[in-house]
């Protein structure tokens, strides 16, 4: 993602000047995909600012497509053992992707290589000390805990690996006393799980072929919104424009374009109506 005031609740938002972080930003998608999956709020988080309709909009995509898979596995009375091995599937490919994936990407990317004055003036934008924040509450440690930014996310993801690896050893353990027909259904499902959200090349499994370009348009939310209430005024050509300038977009037609535009209901100009990064009414208050 490109791109702080305390409430009375446990929230910790972005800066009161108007501008949200990138950790914002990404804090308040999944809170916006939480609710469109139907799953629990994110702890000790409440959304800061109204989401533009066009990101709801791709989170609706999201549910019909890449996640329609781990949604069919919501846990009945009966225990369905095809569906219980895909979901420890899943979880065994996400620590996959943790543990290989990320950095790979990482080094793809070059964001392993960034410069100094380059990070200069990313640094600003990414909303360190709000996510700092954040893990202290989430690590249940004290606000005077001096404990760096990239050592709380560290600790954070190995006791989230630690509960999947539970996870997994409490399902094995219920195995043992289950007959081999189901035994060898719930295998089944672990090799099918694996890939069921992501593929062995990284992929979304269940991908509409948009994906990709809906996380470009989620990763530039701050720069739309912005060039939509820019002056001069700004239109769908100037972020086509833009996302021509990505190697993987490069060759796609206007008709591509506004064919995407369309179906998340994305409008630049005179279509739109400009947007300002706003609170929502309960941080108002």
Same mark, same amino acid.
């Given at each position: 993602?490109?791109?702080?005031?305390?409430? =009375?609740?446990?929230?910790?938002?972005?800066?009161? *000047?108007?501008?949200?972080?990138?950790?914002?930003?990404?804090?308040?998608?999944?809170? $916006?995909?939480?609710?469109?999956?139907?799953?629990?709020?994110?702890?000790?988080?409440?959304?800061?600012?109204?989401?533009?309709?066009?990101?709801?909009?791709? *989170?609706?995509?999201?549910?019909?497509?890449?996640?329609?898979?781990?949604?069919?596995?919501?846990?009945?009375?009966?225990?369905?053992?095809?569906?219980?091995?895909?979901?420890?599937?899943?979880?065994?490919?996400?620590?996959?992707?943790?543990?290989?994936?990320?950095?790979?990407?990482?080094?793809?990317?070059?964001?392993?290589?960034?410069?100094?004055? #380059?990070?200069?003036?990313?640094?600003?934008?990414?909303?360190?000390?709000?996510?700092?924040?954040?893990?202290?509450?989430?690590?249940?440690?004290?606000?005077?805990?001096?404990?760096?930014?990239? =050592?709380?996310?560290?600790?954070?993801?190995?006791?989230?690996?630690?509960?999947?690896?539970?996870?997994?050893?409490?399902?094995?353990?219920?195995?043992?006393?289950?007959?081999?027909?189901?035994?060898?259904?719930?295998?089944?499902?672990?090799? =099918?799980?694996?890939?069921?959200?992501?593929?062995?090349?990284?992929?979304?499994?269940?991908? $509409?072929?948009?994906?990709?370009?809906?996380?470009?348009?989620?990763?530039?939310?701050?720069?739309?919104?912005?060039?939509?209430?820019?002056?001069? #005024?700004?239109?769908?050509? $100037?972020?086509?424009?833009?996302?021509?300038?990505?190697?993987?977009?490069?060759?796609?037609?206007? $008709?591509?374009?506004?064919?995407?535009?369309?179906?998340? #209901?994305?409008?630049?100009?005179?279509?739109?109506?400009?947007?300002?990064?706003?609170?929502?009414?309960?941080?108002?208050?």
């Amino acid at each position: 993602m490109k791109r702080t005031d305390k409430t =009375e609740n446990e929230n910790m938002s972005a800066t009161s *000047c108007g501008q949200p972080t990138a950790f914002e930003l990404l804090m308040n998608l999944q809170c $916006d995909l939480r609710a469109e999956l139907g799953l629990a709020p994110l702890p000790h988080w409440t959304q800061t600012r109204e989401t533009p309709p066009w990101i709801k909009n791709i *989170c609706h995509n999201f549910r019909r497509t890449i996640f329609k898979s781990i949604l069919k596995l919501k846990p009945r009375r009966k225990v369905n053992w095809r569906y219980f091995g895909r979901m420890i599937g899943i979880m065994e490919r996400y620590k996959t992707f943790l543990a290989m994936d990320v950095p790979a990407i990482l080094k793809a990317e070059k964001l392993d290589k960034i410069s100094e004055a #380059k990070w200069g003036k990313i640094q600003p934008l990414l909303g360190e000390e709000t996510a700092r924040e954040y893990y202290l509450k989430v690590l249940e440690r004290t606000a005077g805990d001096k404990t760096s930014l990239d =050592e709380l996310v560290s600790i954070a993801i190995q006791k989230q690996v630690a509960q999947l690896e539970m996870h997994k050893e409490t399902a094995f353990s219920f195995l043992v006393n289950q007959t081999a027909k189901i035994t060898a259904l719930f295998m089944k499902g672990l090799g =099918e799980g694996y890939i069921a959200f992501l593929t062995e090349e990284c992929d979304f499994s269940g991908d $509409d072929r948009r994906a990709n370009i809906h996380l470009e348009l989620l990763a530039w939310q701050r720069d739309i919104e912005k060039m939509r209430r820019s002056v001069p #005024k700004k239109y769908n050509k $100037d972020l086509i424009g833009e996302l021509r300038q990505i190697p993987e977009f490069k060759s796609r037609t206007d $008709d591509w374009f506004k064919d995407v535009f369309k179906d998340i #209901k994305l409008s630049i100009g005179e279509r739109g109506h400009p947007r300002v990064f706003e609170r929502t009414s309960s941080q108002k208050k």
